[in-house]
């Protein structure tokens, strides 16, 4: 790997797109003296540059100084990187311990860390226990680590300020706002910020219960005015379903009935006086029969006639 100082035009070099998504320029007096000690004394470190995109590794407050300067060359180095991932973990690591970052800018990369290694696990990081793959270095080995470890470890973190940030980042924008000013003003210790952090997980917690509340409320009044639509308007048809089954029930026993009676009749000896006597009852039971068959056709059938 050849890794030594080359003069490289400015002209020729970017920073890294992804490199304000993480970091804020320097700026204020800050910025004023690192100008005027690079107009004075130059670049004194290399750049570090990604051979395959030719994006600004390490140095991007140095290549922005020389562009305001009008520097015209930079002294660099170019760096083979295994992927666009390893890039960027190199970016973030330079800068994290090249500027003095205050407790709560952590917190804020907490959440952008963490969704890139979940992202990178999820599409095959895994754990290491799960790969025959051998580890090749401890930057490697640490990819293997669970998300919480890894950005503990890159920003310089105890365990429980990467949980107490990774709440935080659980919360809406406008919540982690006012926490972020609420901390530029109180300026608190660690144990107080975490302490605000569970805080506003208790607000976040209760608020939750009282949304589920209402919306049981809102569900249980759902359903009583259902009921009342179906006492309503169910309840006639549940009223025509029960007279229907009855006389289901009644039509069936009483085709029964006929049935065996049918079969007595006709084994009957009839005489002409007993004819002429039962003429009108047999008349009768079957003019009967027939208002029956009419009403329950006009009732029952489409169009309601027979």
Partial sequence: MNREVVMVSVSELTQHPDNKKY???????????FLADVAEHGIREPLMIDRATGHVIKGNQRLRA????GLSEVPAIYEDYSSPEDAIDDL????VMRRDLTFFAKYRLVAVLRERIESRQGAGGGNFSESKKPRT??????KFDPPRDQIAKILGLHQKDVA??????????????Q????????NPSKKEAQEKIRELGRVKKELRELKDLRKLAKHKDELQRGMDILMKEGAPRLADAEAAARITQAMAEGWTWLQSQAASIA??????SSLSACAPIV???VKNLDGYKNAILKKFTEGGTP
Avoid at 164 to 177: E, G, H, M, R, Y
Avoid at 179 to 186: D, K, M, T
């Fill in 179 to 186: 926490f972020f000013l609420w901390a530029e003003e109180a």
């Fill in 137 to 142: 270095s401890g930057q490697n080995a640490q």
């Fill in 283 to 285: 008349n009768e039971f």
């Fill in 23 to 33: 970091f804020d320029d320097i700026g204020g007096e800050l910025w004023k003296a």
């Fill in 92 to 95: 973030i690591r330079d800068n």
């Fill in 164 to 177: 107490a940030a990774s709440i935080l980042s659980t919360f809406p924008d406008d919540v982690q706002k």
């Fill in 66 to 69: 020389a562009q305001e300067l």
């Fill in 267 to 272: 084994v009957l000896q009839v005489t002409p």
